[in-house]
């Protein structure tokens, strides 16, 4: 008798042989996929807005006679990035992947910078009220050429903006400020407290504006030149 297995027979075994190293395989990818997984280290999130309270108090909100029209802030395309971009001493710039911005930058900077002028002006952003016809509004446009954060070393915010009256009294104003905050440590989160506080300085050149002053400079702001706008 002839006591070799049948060719269906071999087949057979084959298959099932097939299908046990394919199973294994596809639990031993799983497995690492789990530990890489697990390895990855967690991923922060920042935002430009400071906390109310950690400003001083200004004007009750909607005290003021006008709105404000705080539009989207343009930046360049090398600044505008999900994870923060963190210039090194020796002048390169890190991406840091597990640290990231809660928003798109551009947002992040137009919400901060509404935050920053409604709680100096005592004025609402028409993004939360709709005004009516003929409503009296500062309209500001903000242009970042430079957005920087610099480890152990400092925050920079250059931008050129432009606040002008829409049915209301004033002058609009084109200006170019650049705002540097000192930074003691390389920490994450000393230079996005250095960057908030470079938004709120940007705010208060611009709400000086709007009320009719000449924005002047300070410590950390360094006023590059205004010029009136035209009608």
């Known amino acids: 008798m002839n006591s070799r297995p049948s060719h269906d027979a071999l087949q057979a075994r084959d298959g099932l042989a097939l299908r046990r190293s394919r199973a294994a395989l596809a639990v031993l990818a799983l497995s690492g996929a789990l530990a890489a997984c697990g390895s990855s ?8 807005q400071t906390p109310a309270a950690s400003q001083p108090g200004g004007p009750a909100a909607g005290s003021a006679s006008f709105l404000l029209e705080v539009q989207p802030v343009s930046l360049s395309m090398q600044a505008d990035q999900p994870q923060l971009m963190v210039r090194t001493g020796d002048g390169s710039i890190s991406a840091l992947y ?16 509404s935050d920053a002028l409604k709680r100096d002006l005592g004025a609402l952003d028409v993004q939360m009220v709709k005004p009516g016809p003929g409503a009296p509004i500062w309209r500001v446009q903000t ?57 709120v300085s940007l705010a208060g050149v611009m709400a000086d504006a709007i009320r009719g002053q000449a924005p002047a400079g300070s410590a950390s702001v360094q006023m590059m030149g205004c010029s009136a706008l035209k009608e």
């Not at 280290?41 to 430009?48: K, R, W």
């Not at 400092?154 to 002058?171: E, I, Y």
């Open 41 to 48: 280290p967690p991923v922060h999130y920042y935002t430009l």
């Open 98 to 113: 597990s640290e990231r911005w809660s928003s798109p930058l551009g947002d992040e900077l137009r919400n901060a910078l």
């Open 143 to 199: 242009d970042v050429q430079r957005f920087e954060m610099v480890s152990g070393s400092m925050a920079q915010l250059d931008a050129t903006w432009r606040v002008r009256p829409v049915n209301a009294k004033g002058t609009g104003v084109l200006c170019r400020s650049v705002v540097t905050e000192t930074v003691t440590d390389s920490e994450v989160p000393s230079l996005i407290a250095a960057q908030q506080r470079a938004v």
